[in-house]
């Protein structure tokens, strides 16, 4: 099962900041939380992650709570192109590398 | 942009037959993952690689089989195919580092079994 809990969907106006929450209340101190996002039918793509800190990159900015029980994915300005279902996924990384994704956020740009 | 190739993008073959699905990457990943997935639904991990020979089952049973005998292919085999194997399947890789674990998608084979 995931051990993340995410909303199933969510709705955004383009040019708007997008901000995805997830919990993840029961994680252990060495998982890394990462996110990737999957439009329409198409390989999942990965986006961000982090362990303790705040990251930021080309994509998106990922918040994580001092105590890391959950985290926000933010999509600083959003646009139709964002439209697509977002995972928030815990990983050990190294050889406990596997993913589980559970059923994601289905997040909808609007005009 | 990641370079992990699928081949083929849609097959639809008939009960009884063999096929394979190809995964390439060249980026030299030692890691490489093999998803199922069905439409609207979750991805589900059914088989994985850590390295040349080492093949390993994942958390969703399949009927398939692959093989790892050289880093940069990882293809996948349904040894008689049928209609509850229609679905998409989505190949991975990653260099599987501690701290740098991000997973590289392919485009994924959409098959279909009639």
């Known amino acids: 099962d995931a051990k993340t809990t995410q909303p199933t969907s969510m709705d955004c106006a383009e040019g708007r900041a997008a901000n995805l929450p997830c919990n993840h209340s029961t994680i252990s101190g060495n998982e890394y939380v990462y996110w990737y996002r999957q439009i329409h039918s198409q390989g999942p793509q990965y986006i961000i992650h982090g362990l303790k800190n705040n990251e930021t990159n080309e994509m998106a900015s990922l918040i994580i709570t001092e105590d890391r029980k959950s985290s926000t994915l933010i999509l600083p300005h959003a646009t139709l192109r964002d439209t697509a279902v977002y995972y928030c996924?815990?990983?050990?990384?190294?050889?406990?590398?596997?993913?589980?994704f559970g059923k994601g956020t289905k997040l909808s740009v609007k005009p | 942009e990641a370079d992990i190739y699928q081949t083929p993008r849609y097959l639809v073959i008939g009960t009884g037959k063999k096929i394979t699905l190809e995964c390439s990457q060249t980026?030299?990943?030692?890691?490489m993952y093999w998803y199922q997935q069905d439409p609207g639904m979750e991805l589900h991990l059914i088989h994985y690689?850590?390295?040349?020979?080492?093949?390993e089952k994942g958390d969703l049973s399949s009927e398939s089989t692959v093989s790892r005998i050289r880093t940069e292919h990882f293809p996948l085999t349904l040894e008689s195919a049928r209609p509850s194997h229609t679905s998409q399947y989505l190949c991975?890789?990653?260099?599987?580092?501690?701290?740098?674990?991000?997973?590289?998608f392919g485009p994924g084979t959409r098959l279909t079994v009639l």
């Open positions: 996924i815990l990983n050990y990384g190294g050889s406990q590398g596997n993913l589980i």
């Open positions: 690689s850590y390295g040349v020979n080492s093949t």
């Open positions: 980026m030299g990943h030692d890691k």
């Open positions: 991975a890789s990653s260099a599987g580092g501690q701290a740098n674990n991000e997973q590289f």
